[in-house]
């Protein structure tokens, strides 16, 4: 059992119990515990991307029952969902997590922790290390904690559901404690999800205390990277992510610097997603989707168009019939090209400007995290 838990992707949903209102702790735990886990050599998804995905699915922030914990783990290609409760006692938090397989009715043995608030990132640290028991030690195990006054910033910050105002005070947080390396990637990550690229791709390119885990330190430059990109900075993002390529090369790392590629008209673009989809990564879908349209504006409409009706085997994807559209129009074949466009219209009728083929159109799928199967 320890085996099938502790595979695969891990997701942490989090909600508080406490009747005091209002309650961060649990806000916290779901923001350190997924980079806990992931210096113990677990692949987790970080508590910006779950808050998205919450989102994205319309679960609310309240108790979630197992089957919605479920839904948002599969939502986000686990195969491991961690359900956290927690409880605030007055200066003593109590934490309870529960390990479940997303594939399989398999469930792992209740973990309970308690410990005074002042103590709250080694009662964290606990849970993944009982979370990840085969896990090769980690010196000190316990990446350096915010600082107990940054942290009654941090915490309630990470409860505010806008980004703009959770960036705001995240990044009040981090100036209390700058040397935070957590607090550096929940901010950055904040600050991305907010669209402000600028102040995430200044700070994360700000120097890391020595001493710093190396993982830690490249999930920064990774979400560094993918700022650039959305800023349109493409030269500067193929030069960071060329450096992480050489370091370990991954399917999130490939794909984005193929989107570099792509817009900076580079050939190779498409052969950079072709390599981006032999590695493990349950975002294969979206590498595709990069691929094609990098094949259409390769020259290329005839190969893309194989692949787009392979890819189509879901009719709800507007964009991927959007793709269907433009291969068929470069290719001179109308009769089809407008049967596909009158369904994608029915679909999604904001689409009615995109008939023609546009390299304006920022479509390609950018990676915020990386995947270390």
């Given at each position: 059992?320890?085996?099938?838990?502790?595979?695969?992707?891990?997701?942490?949903?989090?909600?508080?119990?406490?009747?005091?209102?209002?309650?961060?702790?649990?806000?916290?735990?779901?923001?350190?515990?997924?980079?806990?886990?992931?210096?113990?050599?677990?692949?987790?998804?970080?508590?910006?991307?779950?808050?998205?995905?919450?989102?994205?699915?319309?679960?609310?922030?309240?108790?979630?029952?197992?089957?919605?914990?479920?839904?948002?783990?599969?939502?986000?290609?686990?195969?491991?969902?961690?359900?956290v409760r927690c409880a605030d006692q007055g200066e003593i938090a109590t934490i309870k997590a529960q390990a479940f397989d997303a594939v399989r009715?398999?469930?792992?043995?209740?973990?309970?922790?308690?410990?005074?608030?002042?103590?709250?990132?080694?009662?964290?640290?606990?849970?993944?290390?009982?979370?990840?028991?085969?896990?090769?030690?980690?010196?000190?195990?316990?990446?350096?904690?915010?600082?107990?006054?940054?942290?009654?910033?941090?915490?309630?910050?990470?409860?505010?559901?806008?980004?703009?105002?959770?960036?705001?005070?995240?990044?009040?947080?981090?100036?209390?404690?700058?040397?935070?390396?957590?607090?550096?990637?929940?901010?950055?990550?904040?600050?991305?999800?907010?669209?402000?690229?600028?102040?995430?791709?200044?700070?994360?390119?700000?120097?890391?205390?020595?001493?710093?885990?190396?993982?830690?330190?490249?999930?920064?430059?990774?979400?560094?990277?993918?700022?650039?990109l959305e800023a349109g900075r493409y030269a500067e993002a193929r030069d960071t992510l060329e450096t992480l390529r050489r370091a370990r090369e991954t399917a999130a790392v490939l794909n984005n610097l193929g989107v570099a590629g792509f817009r900076l008209r580079e050939a190779s673009a498409s052969?950079?997603?072709?390599?981006?989809?032999?590695?493990?990564?349950?975002?294969?879908?979206?590498?595709?989707?990069?691929?094609?349209?990098?094949?259409?504006?390769?020259?290329?409409?005839?190969?893309?168009?194989?692949?787009?009706?392979?890819?189509?085997?879901?009719?709800?994807?507007?964009?991927?019939?959007?793709?269907?559209?433009?291969?068929?129009?470069?290719?001179?074949?109308?009769?089809?090209?407008?049967?596909?466009?009158?369904?994608?219209?029915?679909?999604?009728?904001?689409?009615?400007?995109?008939?023609?083929?546009?390299?304006?159109?920022?479509?390609?799928?950018?990676?915020?995290?990386?995947?270390?199967?």
């Amino acid at each position: 059992m320890a085996l099938v838990l502790a595979a695969g992707l891990t997701v942490v949903s989090s909600s508080t119990v406490s009747t005091s209102e209002p309650s961060w702790i649990c806000a916290y735990v779901a923001e350190r515990l997924p980079s806990t886990l992931l210096l113990l050599g677990d692949d987790t998804v970080s508590g910006e991307e779950t808050r998205a995905a919450r989102a994205r699915l319309s679960l609310s922030e309240a108790i979630l029952t197992r089957a919605s914990n479920l839904a948002l783990a599969r939502s986000l290609g686990a195969t491991r969902l961690v359900v956290v409760r927690c409880a605030d006692q007055g200066e003593i938090a109590t934490i309870k997590a529960q390990a479940f397989d997303a594939v399989r009715p398999v469930a792992g043995a209740l973990i309970e922790v308690s410990r005074p608030l002042a103590d709250l990132a080694t009662a964290i640290d606990e849970i993944a290390r009982r979370l990840s028991p085969d896990a090769p030690p980690f010196e000190g195990l316990a990446f350096p904690a915010p600082s107990v006054k940054s942290l009654l910033v941090a915490g309630p910050a990470l409860k505010l559901s806008a980004a703009s105002e959770r960036s705001r005070e995240l990044t009040v947080a981090l100036g209390v404690d700058p040397t935070s390396i957590g607090l550096r990637l929940s901010t950055v990550g904040a600050l991305i999800t907010a669209r402000d690229f600028e102040a995430a791709i200044r700070l994360a390119h700000l120097p890391a205390r020595p001493g710093t885990p190396a993982a830690l330190v490249r999930a920064l430059r990774f979400q560094a990277s993918a700022a650039q990109l959305e800023a349109g900075r493409y030269a500067e993002a193929r030069d960071t992510l060329e450096t992480l390529r050489r370091a370990r090369e991954t399917a999130a790392v490939l794909n984005n610097l193929g989107v570099a590629g792509f817009r900076l008209r580079e050939a190779s673009a498409s052969d950079l997603f072709e390599r981006a989809n032999s590695l493990l990564d349950h975002r294969q879908g979206d590498i595709s989707f990069n691929r094609t349209l990098a094949l259409l504006f390769e020259g290329k409409a005839d190969r893309a168009l194989a692949r787009l009706d392979q890819a189509l085997q879901n009719p709800t994807d507007a964009r991927t019939r959007l793709l269907r559209v433009w291969a068929l129009r470069l290719l001179n074949r109308e009769p089809e090209r407008a049967e596909e466009w009158e369904r994608l219209l029915n679909l999604a009728p904001s689409f009615f400007r995109l008939g023609k083929p546009d390299l304006a159109r920022r479509l390609e799928r950018i990676f915020f995290s990386e995947r270390t199967p």
